[in-house]
């Protein structure tokens, strides 16, 4: 009796995967599609609205946070998006708790869930709500966790103040996607406050996050003068490393939003700020500004060793060009914060509240830092202790101020007179703009330098409500068209008097898993079979060995099994549970160790290579190499098998985490 077998793998001869992906599972398979939406079920009444992506304490976290109708536990669903298949999210999406409370400005319930390891440059699909009731899925990218990236920062959308919101919401939705269409690899959207005119407004609220911008890239939220007045702001924005001990607020802690935090993205710390808490304690305990400076030497004592750049964010501009220049409060932050600044070596910081651009120029302990560096310039040297702070516009045509001209206050810390280079403006300011047309800030995070340009982002033309109810304009479309820009600086780090040395090393290579058949991938042929004892046949043979190759940097674990279906010689079968083995290894390498012995079920009654059986493995931190894998072949079968030539098939399994 003529017995044979033949060897195949479980999908492609070769198998190679990249370090920390599991590959060569039998049966796997996996269909790709784009569909992101899913329907709530009549059976649950609860919705949710209000869904904003915000910033996480890093690069692999991201907050979300929602309102929802009724008191009822629920979660974000997280998947790669190239999983998700006709809008149904895989079995293996993850999911995250969300807490919450009654909202204290509306009827209904706060919610919000921390997303966290995240892969870097990985398009993601995300849902909120529970099973059955799921919202709308919504889509983000990560980028590459480290190097070179960019964000948006905006200034007071402030909806409602035109006293038409929809007119303000058109203008704002006009500005992120214009922006995000220019910038669609921007990592950030960074907020300069006052999203709203009236806090618990929800209206304004829910006109303020219509756009889907704002559930696909992650919103760094700041607070503003508008926002402080009740909790509406805290309800739609979780943010991370939050203090939201007391001297953080203003007023009531109980009725009014407030807290400082930060998160370091890349190789930028950020610090954003209540600043509405600005005012000391008469009694001299910790508060207001004092607070703050507090804060943020602590954070950056910490912290500021993580990263190359250090970014303020808070509402109230201490040096804009507009109608709150002169305010009093202002003056009072200059005094209070820009030493702290230049002390702790802060490089810039991003406000809004003036409605119209500004960028200072290099401001060292509350005074102009180089006395010869020139109004408008196009790259900057801060020297140690030098900041630059720039004001952003309105962002959704909301609302514009006028710049105001300088009075005879001087070029002292509270001064506004004006600049000895250019005396139509104020001292401090390098540059100023106001045209009445919608803008944005566009920051280039670079190794050696970081790039602000203010650019625009519409025109005279509508959404423009402020122009739209009389406001006269004085930008032209044809020479100065959405997209074009109004003021671009390059900001070079100071380096002392050395020379600084700068490398960037990228990420290795991740090296690769993989295996072969060695040689010709044929038919193992155990030959004839053999009677013994007049009860059974045995034939013996070898696998045609297997070469395994690890490259990976992850030294994580592999295994090969394999394992036979039935013999069969046209209707005529015998199970494959006859067929044992005895593994072993013929070239060492790669931590490979031989897989146990399997017997033939004819001797020991068991299953034999009818269910899978490791030929090798290595465990985890094993070497990097190659090996050789062989294995003798042993077959059993009772003498009443009917005569014939019988083939199985070895498939052949990789398993790599």
Known sequence: MTLSTSTRASALVRRRVVAGVVAGFLGMGAALGSGLTSAASAADPTTVSGIVLGVGANETQRIVSWYSSADTAQK??????????????????????AVGAANTSTTGFNRHATISNLSENTAYSYRVGSEGNWSPAYAFKT???????????????????????????????????????????????????????????????????????????????????????????????????????????????????????????KDVLFIDLNSNSYANPADGSLGGDAAHVAYITDVINKHGSEAKWKVLVFHHSIYSPASHSTDTDNKQRREDLTTTFSNLGVDMVLQ?????????YSIKNGQKENPAEQPGAADVFPGPGGVIYVTANSASGSKYYDIKKPDSTGTGIRGNGPDPLDPAKFWYNSTQNQEHVRSYVKVQVRGDKLVLANVRSGTCAAPNAAVEKGLSCVNTPDGQPIG???????????HGDGQAIQVNVPNPAPGEFGWT????????????????DGTYFEAAGKINPILVSDSRRSLAPWSISANVGDFQDADKTFSGSYLGWTPYVLDGGAGAEAGTPVLSSFDDQGKGLSVSSGLAAAAQGHPRGGAKLGADLGLKIPDSIAKGSYRTTLTITALSS
Do not use: C, M
């Not at 974000?76 to 708790?97: C, H, K, R």
């Not at 074009?484 to 100071?494: A, F, L, Q």
């Open 143 to 265: 980028q590459d966790f480290e190097g070179d990236y960019d964000f948006l920062f905006f200034g007071d959308p402030q909806i409602g103040s035109s006293g038409d919101r929809l007119k303000d919401q058109a203008g704002w939705e006009e500005t992120l996607k214009v922006a995000t269409a220019a910038n669609p690899n921007a990592e950030l959207l960074v907020s300069a406050g006052d999203h709203v005119e009236s806090a618990n407004d929800e209206g304004q609220w829910t006109s303020f996050l219509a756009p889907d911008q704002l559930r696909q890239y992650p919103l760094v939220a700041t607070i503003g003068n508008h926002d402080v007045g009740g909790k509406s702001y805290e309800q739609h924005h979780f943010t991370p490393n939050t203090d939201r001990s007391s001297q953080y607020y203003n007023g009531d802690q109980a009725t009014r939003s407030g807290g400082d935090y930060w998160f370091i993205h």
């Open 517 to 532: 058949i060695d040689g010709y991938n044929g038919l193992v042929d155990l030959g004839t079979a053999q009677e013994r």
């Open 352 to 360: 809004g509240h003036d409605h119209s651009y500004s960028r200072s």
């Open 76 to 97: 974000i669903q997280l998947a790669p998006t190239a999983e998700i298949v006709n809008g149904e999210f895989p079995a293996s999406a993850v999911s995250f708790d």
């Open 484 to 494: 074009s820009i109004t003021d671009k600086v390059t900001v070079h780090p100071y």
